[in-house]
């Protein structure tokens, strides 16, 4: 007899991570998932290598120094920080606290990949909310989408694969309509690349609304996208309820060694954060002046809209020594990575350009 498994699992499939870089004898990039491209810091390669000989022994359930130091910087009780092998899984355990079987999760479409399926995995029902023409969320529609059975919101800013963000008083305006009782999630991954002034800060929002989930991650900004940590500020309340459904030991020692290395060198990640943005900028200058109507990007990548040539566009960065994440009959994202690496996507973009306008 077939195992019996939840039917309702059909409906998704597994985690795609971003493709390898090709195997060529000129230098080729992996652009598919939006890491950090700079090596790890010294001072954080060191905090690693110095704990090296307790992996011995479980973590610290409790992430306690971590969460003191998330704590102070965020301006909230250490009862309202949670951490988790990943921003990912903070997420999916605030989804799981909330929601299980006939409850309905919201969320904008395209938007990060893992959302349809953790809802999934947590037996509730995905709404996804089309984007904009412009490809941003389009929060009133979403807000029409929550109904009585919605138990939460995801709201990504700026949102992957696309770049766009929300403007501060629409994302209040939105929040204003949301009823208390429904948890809105703002993933912002991404958030230390953003220079958008209209942008709204999340743990500002959430100061003002407590059934705001603000999550961080040490992924992007932070290089550490291998360690797996990242975290969330909410109500001590929800937090209680989602430390419930984490996996214990989720964090290693190692991951929070080096995440508190970080914390500690954040003046140098900082420098290296503004380097991306500014070749980010280098690049969508360039893909401008090829005739690319892109939208705005506050990520560490860019979106290009390669609609129905999506298979071909991929097919001339892998030509070019480029992977990047492709999203079929819609897009490919491109990450902001080595500075070697734009000579080569800028080349390709101006290819795909002239496949796009023959
Ligand atoms: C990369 C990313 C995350 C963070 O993933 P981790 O699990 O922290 O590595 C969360 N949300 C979005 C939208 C992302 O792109």
Redesign the pocket.
């Known amino acids: 007899m077939p195992v019996h498994y939840r039917r309702q699992l059909d409906a998704i499939a597994s985690y795609r991570p971003g493709p390898p870089p090709p195997q060529r004898d000129y230098p080729t990039y992996k652009l598919s998932s939006?890491e950090n491209p700079f090596p790890p810091l010294p001072s954080v390669r060191q905090a690693i290598a110095d704990h090296l000989g307790g992996i011995n022994r479980y973590p610290q359930a409790d992430a306690a120094e971590l969460v003191s130091a998330l704590a102070e910087r965020a301006g909230v009780t250490t009862d309202e920080v949670v951490v988790g092998a990943?921003?990912?899984?903070v997420i999916s355990a605030v989804v799981r606290a909330v929601a299980g079987a006939q409850d309905e999760i919201v969320f904008a479409w395209r938007s990060?990949e893992a959302y349809p399926q953790l809802v999934v995995a947590a037996g509730a029902t995905p709404k996804p909310v089309p984007l904009t023409a412009a490809w941003g969320h389009d929060l009133a529609a979403m807000a029409r989408a929550v109904t009585a059975a919605t138990r939460c919101v995801l709201v990504?800013n700026p949102n992957?694969p696309t770049g766009t963000v929300v403007t501060a008083a629409a994302l209040d305006d939105f929040l204003d309509q949301v009823p208390d009782d429904v948890t809105v999630v703002l993933?912002e991954?991404y958030r230390h690349f953003d220079r958008d002034r209209d942008s709204p800060d999340g743990l500002d929002c959430y100061r003002r609304h407590p059934n705001v989930v603000v999550c961080h991650?040490f992924?992007?900004a932070y290089g550490l996208?291998g360690l797996?940590v990242?975290q969330a500020v909410m109500s001590a309340a929800l937090a209680e309820q989602a430390r419930k459904v984490l996996i214990p030991f989720g964090v290693t020692d190692l991951a929070q060694q080096a995440a508190l290395a970080s914390l500690a060198a954040e003046a140098e990640l900082d420098q290296r954060v503004d380097q991306l943005v500014a070749r980010r900028r280098q690049v969508e200058a360039a893909l401008a002046a090829q005739g690319w109507e892109l939208p705005a990007s506050q990520g560490n990548f860019v979106w290009l809209p390669t609609g129905a040539v999506t298979a071909t566009a991929t097919a001339i960065l892998d030509r070019h020594g480029l992977a990047g994440r492709p999203f079929a009959g819609e897009g490919v994202r491109l990450s902001v990575g080595e500075t070697e690496s734009v000579d080569q996507l800028i080349a390709a973009a101006a290819e795909i350009r002239q496949r796009l306008d023959d």
Do not use: L, Q
């Open positions: 939006n990943g921003s990912v899984e990060f990504c992957n993933d991954a991650t992924s992007k996208a797996r990242g």
